[in-house]
T-cell receptor, first 119, second 114 residues
């Protein structure tokens, strides 16, 4: 497997523009996470999907952010309109979790991230 | 609230041993994980402790004391390539359906000097 695939790797956009980040999780993984990483705030969980259903979106900063997972092999994170303070590295991660037994030692596999710069 | 505390920076020399501590305060505890992240790279999984004691994986070991809400990552025979950020993460709050939230520390930047 190629691992978690994110696109684009780098994105530079102007304030006010819409930005869409894409993620393909590892095949067979049923949990998907979107994280944002900055020097000041570290790794922040934005949203967590399990079996394509959003379980926790409490980390989504505001209504400008939205995420979808239309099927098990694809997810998007959209920012509309983008602002300079959204500049960060956005990571997608996936893992295999059984929600019934919830084996706790499931490792999360991260994509290489999208470095977003909003000017 | 929920928080994990770890030192922001650690410096050591090649061949030395370094210990990175992590203390946590979370609603529920189901395991402590450690991840490594090189500059410009993605976090990668290093180790996991669910029970008290030491887990060893090559040059890296991880320890947990649940009664003290404390764990550490021990890196031995340090190499230059070990220069990276190291994150502890705790599985804490339980969502519906037994899904558990991974809560992250802010990371420790390790610099290994010749």
């Amino acid at each position: 497997d190629a691992g978690v695939i994110q696109s684009p790797r780098h994105e530079v956009t102007e304030m006010g523009q819409e930005v869409t980040l894409r993620c393909k999780p590892i095949s067979g993984h049923n949990s998907l996470f979107w994280y944002r990483q900055t020097m000041m705030r570290g790794l922040e969980l934005l949203i967590y999907f399990n079996n394509n259903v959003p379980i926790d979106d409490s980390g989504m900063p505001e209504d400008r952010f939205s995420a979808k997972m239309p099927n098990a092999s694809f997810s998007t994170l959209k920012i509309q309109p983008s602002e300079p303070r959204d500049s960060a590295v956005y990571f997608c991660a996936s893992s295999s979790e059984d929600s019934l037994t919830a084996s706790p030692n499931t490792e999360a596999f991260f994509g290489q991230g999208t470095r977003l710069t909003v000017v | 609230g929920q928080s994990l505390e770890q030192p922001s920076e650690v410096t050591a020399v090649e061949g030395a041993i370094v210990q990175i501590n992590c203390t946590y305060q979370t609603s529920g505890f189901y395991g402590l994980s450690w991840y490594q992240q090189h500059d410009g790279g993605a976090p990668t999984f290093l180790s996991y402790n669910a029970l008290d004691g030491l887990e060893e994986t090559g040059r890296f070991s991880s320890f947990l004391s649940r009664s003290d809400s404390y764990g550490y990552l021990l890196l031995q025979e340090l190499q230059m390539k070990d220069s990276a950020s190291y994150f502890c993460a705790v599985r804490g709050v339980v969502y519906a359906g037994n899904n558990r939230k991974l809560i992250w520390g802010l990371g420790t930047s390790l610099a290994v000097n010749p």
